[in-house]
């Protein structure tokens, strides 16, 4: 039988993705507006043929994805939706429609349950207080700029965050909001750190025994931050919460990789080099005060409860199993 030729929106996406073009937040909207254009646009004269093309995009951005949990919740979400009208239904528009309802009642969740993420991590921002945060996430940036357009004052310090350097974006966002920012180079955190109120970060996923997977160099900083009692928050909403981890699956860390003309990648004449690691890194639940979600302010080991209530798919539940790593 020959696959159903991908829809553009999937083509595109699986590039982006590919090419670690989003950060996990918006993978998570994009997977979500690529699956709902899928059966738009689809001309299956049947439920089970529309299912069919939902599974064959799903299969395309699985295998492209990221360390990110948001995608893979959001498909998840979709997914199982459409599974249980199928199994009620044979009609090809009444499962379009349930579909397309899903994906904009996810929609319009995500982004009360993000704005609460923000409300609650503005109060535990302390006045006149020194927050350290590490590369680029929609969820702090939200959160410190909650705090700032609450009318409490702070200083934020900011790494450059390796390879990418795109905590220098996080540091252009909140200076341009007015607040007072110090920027400095990874290596230099555990110097820094040591006057700071509290450290804020985002993450990409956070894990059944309450790990959290960052950006690379999160680990060594909750490390230094610990060693100088300075706790560490993480600032996530549940949809980064990894089902596949209560089954003892763990997405592959995606290999480092250096931009054209990179110095760090640049060998000495007469040799060559390539990037050795990964781009992402797991900080353990020890090293964690709590983490933010819309649910509140929960211990670390309290997210697998919430998990278990996630909605799944069972098509997607055998993929993941399938293509992940399994835990010793």
Same mark, same amino acid.
């Given at each position: 039988?020959?696959? %159903?030729?991908?829809? &553009?929106?999937?083509?595109? *996406?699986? @590039?982006? !993705?590919? #090419?670690? +073009?989003?950060? =996990? /937040?918006? $993978?998570?909207?994009?997977?979500?507006?690529?699956?709902?254009?899928?059966?738009?646009?689809?001309?299956?004269?049947?439920?089970?043929?529309?299912?069919?093309?939902?599974?064959?995009?799903?299969?395309?951005?699985?295998?492209?994805? %990221?360390?990110?949990? &948001?995608?893979?919740?959001? *498909?998840? @979400?979709? !997914?199982? #939706?459409? +599974?249980?009208? =199928? /199994?009620? $239904?044979?009609?090809?528009?009444?499962?379009?429609?349930?579909?397309?309802?899903?994906?904009?009642?996810?929609?319009?969740?995500?982004?009360?349950?993000?704005?609460?993420?923000?409300?609650?991590?503005?109060?535990?921002?302390?006045?006149?207080?020194?927050?350290?945060?590490?590369?680029?996430?929609?969820?702090?940036?939200?959160?410190?700029?909650?705090?700032?357009?609450?009318?409490?004052?702070?200083?934020?310090?900011?790494?450059?965050?390796?390879?990418?350097?795109?905590?220098?974006?996080?540091?252009?966002?909140?200076?341009?909001?007015?607040?007072?920012?110090?920027?400095?180079?990874?290596?230099?955190?555990?110097?820094?750190?040591?006057?700071?109120?509290?450290?804020?970060?985002?993450?990409?996923?956070?894990?059944?025994?309450?790990?959290?997977?960052?950006?690379?160099?999160?680990?060594?900083?909750?490390?230094?931050?610990?060693?100088?009692?300075?706790?560490?928050?993480?600032?996530?909403?549940?949809?980064?919460?990894?089902?596949?981890?209560?089954?003892?699956?763990?997405?592959?860390?995606?290999?480092?990789?250096?931009?054209?003309?990179?110095?760090?990648?640049?060998?000495?004449?007469?040799?060559?080099?390539?990037?050795?690691?990964?781009?992402?890194?797991?900080?353990?639940?020890?090293?964690?005060?709590?983490?933010?979600?819309?649910?509140?302010?929960?211990?670390?080991?309290?997210?697998?409860?919430?998990?278990?209530?996630?909605?799944?798919?069972?098509?997607?539940?055998?993929?993941?199993?399938?293509?992940?790593?399994?835990?010793?």
């Amino acid at each position: 039988m020959t696959a %159903p030729r991908q829809h &553009p929106a999937v083509v595109n *996406l699986v @590039r982006r !993705l590919t #090419a670690l +073009e989003l950060h =996990a /937040a918006r $993978s998570g909207r994009e997977v979500g507006q690529a699956l709902a254009q899928v059966a738009a646009d689809s001309a299956a004269s049947t439920a089970m043929g529309l299912l069919d093309e939902l599974y064959a995009a799903a299969d395309a951005l699985v295998t492209a994805m %990221p360390a990110y949990a &948001p995608p893979r919740n959001v *498909l998840h @979400r979709l !997914l199982a #939706a459409a +599974e249980r009208t =199928a /199994a009620n $239904s044979t009609d090809v528009e009444t499962l379009r429609g349930a579909l397309e309802g899903e994906a904009r009642r996810l929609a319009a969740q995500a982004q009360a349950a993000r704005e609460q993420v923000a409300r609650t991590g503005a109060a535990l921002i302390p006045e006149n207080g020194l927050v350290v945060t590490w590369t680029l996430s929609e969820t702090v940036r939200r959160t410190l700029a909650e705090a700032w357009r609450a009318g409490k004052r702070f200083r934020a310090r900011v790494t450059e965050s390796r390879p990418n350097q795109d905590g220098l974006e996080t540091a252009g966002e909140l200076a341009a909001l007015g607040v007072p920012v110090e920027v400095t180079i990874d290596a230099a955190l555990q110097f820094v750190t040591p006057r700071a109120s509290l450290m804020l970060l985002g993450a990409e996923a956070i894990e059944a025994d309450g790990s959290v997977v960052c950006k690379v160099g999160t680990y060594p900083a909750a490390l230094a931050a610990r060693r100088h009692g300075v706790r560490v928050y993480v600032a996530a909403d549940t949809l980064k919460f990894d089902t596949a981890s209560m089954q003892g699956r763990r997405p592959p860390l995606d290999a480092l990789r250096f931009q054209p003309g990179d110095r760090t990648a640049q060998a000495p004449a007469g040799g060559s080099t390539r990037p050795a690691g990964h781009l992402f890194d797991r900080t353990p639940a020890a090293l964690l005060a709590g983490i933010v979600t819309e649910r509140g302010v929960l211990a670390p080991q309290a997210c697998a409860d919430i998990m278990l209530a996630l909605p799944a798919s069972d098509w997607l539940t055998r993929r993941v199993a399938a293509a992940f790593i399994q835990e010793a």
